[in-house]
């Protein structure tokens, strides 16, 4: 997916639908300060849904980013203004036992394009990456995040385990629930 898709994202908003229209595309090092910018905001504002922290990943510069975006696979979604309001990572596995393994990673919708169909357009694009050279697609969501369970869920996603004190932060426990789809 290095192309560009346009695609259209039907939310809801208010008491009505609104029609949105998104750019999916794979984000290569040229997209790095965007993306560093998406990601510390991830963080910062939900700390509980990453494993990664605000912390240490603010000491990383652009090179990093850059360095990080060539060497995986992360798609950005982007608005109308060209400003990356969502992203999804997504990873192969690259041992011999475990290649029929993918994972996403990285999921997050900024607040104004909430509600609106990225999330969906961007699991969608993932999955469909992924689906011809994979047997399982998994992630972990922390087990409070209805929202995204529900999205997971609605593609065909389901719960397999809990991992409870997945995460720690601050003083404060979060559990994880790790999904996956079976997609052969």
Not at 117 to 144: P, T
């Amino acid at each position: 997916m290095d192309h560009l898709i346009i695609l259209i994202g039907i939310g809801v908003k208010a008491m009505g639908f609104v029609l949105e229209r998104f750019e999916l595309r794979r984000l290569r090092a040229a997209d790095a300060p965007a993306f560093r910018h998406i990601r510390l905001q991830a963080l910062y504002k939900h700390p509980e849904a990453f494993g990664a922290s605000w912390a240490d990943e603010n000491e990383l510069d652009e090179p990093h980013f850059a360095k990080r975006l060539e060497s995986g696979y992360v798609i950005g979604g982007f608005s109308d203004q060209q400003t990356i309001v969502g992203t999804i990572g997504i990873k192969s596995s690259q041992a011999e036992k475990t290649r029929h393994i993918a994972s996403i990673w990285g999921m997050y919708v900024s607040p104004s394009a909430r509600s609106r169909g990225l999330g969906r357009l961007l699991l969608m694009a993932a999955i469909s990456e992924l689906e011809h050279s994979v047997k399982s697609i998994r992630l972990c969501v922390e087990a409070n995040n209805g929202a995204a369970i529900n999205l997971y869920e609605s593609v065909g996603f389901r719960r397999w385990a809990l991992e409870a004190e997945a995460l720690k932060v601050g003083d404060t426990y979060h559990d994880e629930i790790l999904m996956r789809l079976d997609v052969t």
